[in-house]
């Protein structure tokens, strides 16, 4: 007789159940959300454990390599069908969740999730680190500049970050007012974008010592941000048996709705990381706007636009972008532009 465990997972505590083959329930318990608990948990059980089963969300790494260093089989559920399943019941406690897991698991109706590498997360922590100060500098920014419109001061419509101050502290310093509200909101902007400037030299560094991101940075358009997130998001490439899949797995395909007469196709699907998607966008866009050297990639590209419109071109060949780098990436080959056509 085969025994699952399903998790419902909390910020501090999880609810544990566990099922046998047959669906009864043999145990349910309230728990600390540590790894230590859960497995004396688990140990203390006189019958073998066949897998541990919890789904997606911010605890899901902590609790993956920490219950599979104790020896157990663990599966990270995906969180939309682990919903849908459990949305069937009536009550929804965490005791219930816990049970309605355990028999996701049991029945084996759910997709796993890929667990990502601990350097995949590090890079993956820096590129939102630093995305997060360069969001804070411009909101900063944007909230002097409105402001100093109450007072009739109206600054340029393009200041670059790193002049911001020069421009702005002169106005200011003259008006005694203006210096004693606002002073302090430049000083914060101006150590916010310092940090900012720190951060993206780590990760113009961190890019530049990948083998892989040098690899992804042969194609025009692509940058180091495109790269190394590509590469973290991405962490394993075998995980995808073809190439095809990834502009799917990050939303880059339109998504569709069939049933009987009615088989209605719709905008791209927006699933997986938006971060990627908006990175490979930025590429693509680059690629048909700013880039000079000619390709296949871009010719087919503008010919698309001239066609079916510009949003829907960058979104195409951001598309084939993902698939062309994680061929790249599988093949150790880099770019080469007179074999794109026919890549997607």
Request: charged share 25%.
């Given at each position: 007789?085969?025994?699952?465990?399903?998790?419902?997972?909390?910020?501090?505590?999880?609810?544990?159940?566990?099922?046998?083959?047959?669906?009864?329930?043999?145990?349910?318990?309230?728990?600390?959300?540590?790894?230590?608990?859960?497995?004396?948990?688990?140990?203390?059980?006189?019958?073998?454990?066949?897998?541990?089963?919890?789904?997606?969300?911010?605890?899901?790494?902590?609790?993956?390599?920490?219950?599979?260093?104790?020896?157990?089989?663990?599966?990270?559920?995906?969180?939309?069908?682990?919903?849908?399943?459990?949305?069937?019941?009536?009550?929804?406690?965490?005791?219930?969740?816990?049970?309605?897991?355990?028999?996701?698991?049991?029945?084996?109706?759910?997709?796993?999730?890929?667990?990502?590498?601990?350097?995949?997360?590090?890079?993956?922590?820096?590129?939102?680190?630093?995305?997060?100060?360069?969001?804070?500098?411009?909101?900063?920014?944007?909230?002097?500049?409105?402001?100093?419109?109450?007072?009739?001061?109206?600054?340029?419509?393009?200041?670059?970050?790193?002049?911001?101050?020069?421009?702005?502290?002169?106005?200011?310093?003259?008006?005694?007012?203006?210096?004693?509200?606002?002073?302090?909101?430049?000083?914060?902007?101006?150590?916010?974008?310092?940090?900012?400037?720190?951060?993206?030299?780590?990760?113009?560094?961190?890019?530049?010592?990948?083998?892989?991101?040098?690899?992804?940075?042969?194609?025009?358009?692509?940058?180091?941000?495109?790269?190394?997130?590509?590469?973290?998001?991405?962490?394993?490439?075998t995980r995808f048996k073809r190439s095809r899949t990834v502009g799917a797995h990050f939303g880059l395909t339109p998504r569709r709705y069939q049933s009987g007469e009615r088989d209605n196709p719709g905008r791209i699907s927006k699933a997986g990381d938006r971060d990627v998607r908006a990175a490979l966008y930025a590429a693509a866009n680059a690629l048909l706007m700013r880039t000079?050297?000619?390709?296949?990639?871009?010719?087919?590209?503008?010919?698309?636009?001239?066609?079916?419109?510009?949003?829907?071109?960058?979104?195409?060949?951001?598309?084939?972008?993902?698939?062309?780098?994680?061929?790249?990436?599988?093949?150790?080959?880099?770019?080469?532009?007179?074999?794109?056509?026919?890549?997607?």
């Open positions: 007789m085969d025994y699952f465990v399903g998790l419902d997972v909390s910020l501090r505590s999880c609810a544990l159940c566990i099922v046998d083959t047959k669906g009864n329930v043999i145990l349910e318990r309230e728990l600390a959300c540590e790894i230590d608990d859960i497995v004396e948990c688990l140990s203390d059980c006189a019958f073998p454990i066949e897998r541990v089963g919890f789904e997606a969300g911010t605890m899901s790494q902590h609790l993956y390599f920490g219950l599979e260093a104790a020896g157990f089989d663990v599966v990270c559920m995906e969180a939309r069908q682990v919903n849908a399943a459990l949305s069937a019941m009536r009550n929804k406690t965490d005791k219930n969740d816990a049970r309605g897991i355990a028999h996701v698991l049991r029945t084996g109706w759910f997709s796993p999730v890929h667990m990502k590498s601990r350097e995949a997360h590090g890079n993956r922590a820096l590129l939102s680190a630093r995305k997060a100060l360069l969001k804070k500098t411009m909101d900063l920014a944007n909230e002097v500049r409105g402001l100093l419109k109450i007072f009739g001061i109206r600054l340029p419509k393009t200041v670059k970050h790193g002049s911001f101050d020069d421009v702005v502290r002169p106005m200011i310093l003259i008006d005694d007012v203006l210096a004693h509200a606002l002073v302090p909101l430049l000083d914060a902007r101006v150590i916010l974008y310092q940090h900012f400037l720190e951060l993206d030299r780590r990760v113009n560094r961190a890019a530049s010592h990948d083998v892989v991101c040098m690899r992804l940075m042969t194609i025009p358009g692509v940058g180091p941000i495109t790269a190394l997130t590509f590469k973290s998001a991405v962490d394993d490439p000079m050297a000619g390709s296949q990639i871009k010719s087919w590209g503008m010919r698309l636009m001239r066609t079916k419109g510009r949003r829907r071109a960058v979104v195409a060949v951001a598309r084939k972008l993902a698939v062309l780098m994680h061929r790249m990436w599988i093949d150790g080959t880099e770019f080469r532009q007179e074999q794109v056509g026919g890549t997607a």
